[in-house]
T-cell receptor, first 109, second 117 residues
Framework: GQNIDQPTEMTATEGAIVQINCTYQTSGFNGLFWYQQHAGEAPTFLSYNVLDGLEEKGRFSSFLSRSKGYSYLLLKELQMKDSASYLCAAMDSNYQLIWGAGTKLIIKP | GAVVSQHPSWVICKSGTSVKIECRSLDFQATTMFWYRQFPKQSLMLMATSNEGSKATYEQGVEKDKFLINHASLTLSTLTVTSAHPEDSSFYIC?????????????FGPGTRLTVL
């Protein structure tokens, strides 16, 4: 079956760095997405990886290892506004997104 | 660019009534739109995939006669919750993929919070 695993909740300190891991198993693979979702709002796109390696976008970076079925989202210089749920989603061979349950990130001062 | 709107943002209705939710891509054409439902503290659950001009593809366990989807144009899809019941209360979110996008990225609407009394 198809499955996405990511931690349920993580806590980090303002100004620090946090890494949110995601492992996936899908029928075929057409890329890995990370979305940010604040409480009561819709998800917003953060990143897309389809090739192995690290993609950096400002304070956020995303890494993919296709052979390991593994990705992580790295958030640097954490700000209070980064408190949100982070959703990992893998696209299968039918271009359908398989969603993880999300990781709730709590930022403490 | 790539803005998706939803209307209404929230709706309260009586049990047994029908509710229509609109999803519009404002600055791009979307051959494919997706409808999701999200219960509190849970992840997104895909309900159906809607392609312009054809019937929607429903996920297993989603009643197509209860959740009517129409994708009449490249910028508009509607979800109608028929004979709504309290258990249908949820956050409904649509997303759209721009036609010809490189990696089928989905842009999400702001969501519609439905409360059925």
């Amino acid at each position: 079956g198809q499955n996405i695993d990511q931690p349920t909740e993580m806590t980090a300190t303002e100004g620090a760095i946090v890494q949110i891991n995601c492992t996936y198993q899908t029928s075929g693979f057409n890329g890995l997405f990370w979305y940010q979702q604040h409480a009561g709002e819709a998800p917003t796109f953060l990143s897309y990886n389809v090739l192995d390696g690290l993609e950096e976008k400002g304070r956020f970076s995303s890494f993919l290892s296709r052979s390991k079925g593994y990705s992580y989202l790295l958030l640097k210089e954490l700000q209070m506004k980064d408190s949100a749920s982070y959703l990992c989603a893998a696209m299968d061979s039918n271009y359908q997104l398989i969603w993880g349950a999300g990781t709730k990130l709590i930022i403490k001062p | 660019g790539a803005v998706v709107s939803q209307h209404p943002s929230w709706v309260i209705c009586k049990s047994g009534t029908s509710v229509k939710i609109e999803c519009r891509s404002l600055d791009f054409q979307a051959t494919t739109m997706f409808w999701y439902r999200q219960f509190p503290k849970q992840s997104l659950m895909l309900m159906a995939t809607s392609n312009e001009g054809s019937k929607a593809t429903y996920e297993q366990g989603v009643e197509k006669d209860k959740f009517l989807i129409n994708h009449a144009s490249l910028t508009l899809s509607t979800l109608t919750v028929t004979s709504a019941h309290p258990e249908d209360s949820s956050f409904y979110i649509c997303s759209a993929s721009p036609a010809g996008s490189d990696y089928n990225e989905q842009f999400f609407g702001p969501g519609t919070r439905l409360t059925v009394l």
